[in-house]
């Protein structure tokens, strides 16, 4: 049966995500439609150009990640020079490593641009922090008067990856100049808004697969510095949208993945963890197709 599916972000704990989705491919359910954040986006792309789950457990499991945390080099010593990059370029690590992985991977699949995929099948989702609104790529390429077709699938998932801080901004540059794009999940960490045809007749099942649990199963965050504080604003911020728009109605269609004691940021995560996030996310979608009344 065809479905629509929608992955929320989450960083590492992104490994999940991929065994929930080869629960979903063992029960035979095909996709339609892909849409996602971070993580999500991640996931969304590498099924768009074909990868199955088998394909995408080899790829993703012995991945050299720390690869990805490309620095800038610098004479200055670390600890000063964290900083001064951190003022000037917006993010610790370039993010260039990534993105070259990302298109190696696509490209394997005769993937480059959104031309390479069937229209309508992949969204991605990013946040333009110069003009403080949500992204949805391919299609709002047009208001910056850029062609989607001719977009690089693995700059739009670069763009959804952007983590602030962490990664540098993605710098846009179109019509009305340089706009600086950051993590989709800044304003939507789940974008099931998408795939919801309320006010027409829906043409197929959406799944959606989040890295979190139910609203109002959230745990309290205890809050005692000001690190503790900034995660918490960060949390929130990508969390707050989709709650609030979360209902019972889209309840009954959601895998929830509560991954816990896993940063989100942590690349160094080490193989063993990376498959009990598989297993984990695997076992909790199996639990739940196992009763989805579709």
Do not use: C
């Not at 963890?273 to 009344?293: K, M, N, S």
């Amino acid at each position: 049966m065809d479905i629509d599916i929608v992955f929320s972000g989450g960083g590492v704990k992104g490994f999940a995500l991929l065994g929930a989705y080869e629960a979903i491919e063992e029960k035979g359910l095909r996709w339609k439609r892909l849409a996602g954040t971070s993580a999500g986006a991640l996931l969304a792309a590498l099924l768009a150009a074909g990868y199955s789950a088998r394909e995408m457990t080899r790829l993703l499991e012995e991945l050299e990640m720390e690869r990805f945390l490309d620095e800038r080099a610098s004479w200055i010593p670390f600890p000063v020079w964290k900083w001064v990059r951190l003022y000037w370029h917006l993010g610790v690590y370039k993010g260039k490593v990534f993105e070259q992985w990302i298109e190696s991977a696509l490209a394997a699949r005769g993937v480059r641009t959104f031309r390479d995929i069937p229209p309508g099948s992949l969204y991605i989702v990013a946040s333009d922090v110069t003009n403080g609104r949500i992204v949805v790529l391919p299609d709002d390429l047009r208001t910056y008067g850029l062609d989607p077709d001719s977009f690089s699938v693995a700059k739009a998932v670069r763009m959804s990856t952007s983590i602030p801080y962490f990664f540098e901004p993605v710098r846009l540059r179109g019509r009305g100049g340089i706009s600086l794009i950051v993590d989709g999940g800044v304003l939507s960490n789940f974008p099931l808004f998408l795939f919801d045809e309320e006010k027409e007749a829906k043409k197929r099942p959406v799944l959606g697969v989040q890295l979190s649990a139910k609203p109002g199963e959230q745990p309290k965050r205890r809050i005692s510095n000001a690190l503790d504080l900034y995660e918490a604003l960060f949390a929130t911020m990508k969390e707050a949208h989709d709650a609030r728009y979360i209902s019972r109605r889209h309840e009954k269609n959601i895998i929830f993945l509560p991954v816990e004691n896993v940063l989100s940021t942590d690349f160094s995560i080490d193989p063993e963890a990376r498959r009990h996030l598989i297993e984990y996310g695997r076992e909790r979608a199996r639990q739940f197709l196992r009763q989805w009344a579709y």
